[in-house]
C-alpha cells in the first residue's frame, strides 16, 4: 500500500515513516507500506514532518495472510 503525507502551513515538506509494531511490516522512505509475511493484528503507519517531528498523522491498516 502506498501512502502519501502533505505538511500543511510550510513549504517543507520531507516526513520521516515509521510503523508500528516494529513486526507489523515495513515502510519505505517514500511511503510503501509492505506487510510482514505472517502479521499479528493491525499496524499503525506514521508520517512526522522531519523539520517538526512533533507535527504527525497516522493510519492504521489490518493485514491478513
Known amino acids: 500500500k502506498q501512502f502519501t503525507a502533505t505538511v500543511l ?21 517514500s511511503g510503501l507500506f509492505t506487510a510482514a509475511a505472517s502479521p499479528t493484528g493491525p499496524a499503525t503507519i506514521k508520517a512526522a514532518a ?3 517531528p512533533t507535527v504527525f498523522g497516522t493510519a492504521t491498516v489490518a493485514a491478513f495472510t
Open 50 to 52: 522531519t523539520a517538526s
Open 9 to 29: 502551513g510550510t513549504s517543507a515538506q520531507a516526513v520521516t515513516w515509521s510503523v508500528t509494531p516494529a513486526g507489523a511490516g515495513t515502510i519505505s522512505a
